[in-house]
């Protein structure tokens, strides 16, 4: 049984940064993507930084250059690292994990394990 379970949110003022990490438990070792999505109510999920077993990542356009995405297989363990925060970057970051096909997936619907969310609020 996969779980994902996120921390690190929190409430913090524009231009500072926080680290969101994300501890997997249960996952084969077959290869996986993992990432961040997120969302704010009313609006559609949006990826935010995916990274494939070859190490590939993928950054929205919105924090390319402020975000930076790791993966820890030894701790089991994903970082999303976002400097430069700004008040656009308030949502609910979601953890997410899918199987690994080869190459990065950049669609939600191709994710089948995602965590409960952590609330980042930049003012």
């Known amino acids: 049984h996969v779980q994902l379970v996120e921390s690190g949110g929190g409430s913090v003022r524009a231009g500072t940064s926080l680290t969101l990490t994300c501890v997997t438990s249960g996952y084969t070792d077959d290869g996986h993507c993992m990432g961040w999505f997120r969302q704010v109510p009313g609006k559609q999920r949006e990826k935010v930084a995916l990274?494939?077993?070859?190490?590939?990542?993928h950054y929205s356009q919105s924090v390319k250059g402020r975000f930076t995405i790791s993966l820890d297989n030894a701790k089991n363990t994903l970082s999303l690292q976002m400097n430069s925060l700004k008040p656009e970057d308030t949502a609910m970051y979601y953890c997410?994990?899918?199987?690994?096909?080869?190459?990065?997936?950049?669609?939600?619907?191709?994710?089948?394990?995602w965590g409960q969310g952590t609330q980042v609020t930049v003012s």
């Open positions: 997410v994990a899918g199987q690994w096909t080869g190459s990065l997936s950049l669609s939600q619907f191709d994710y089948d394990y």
């Open positions: 990274i494939g077993s070859d190490r590939a990542t």
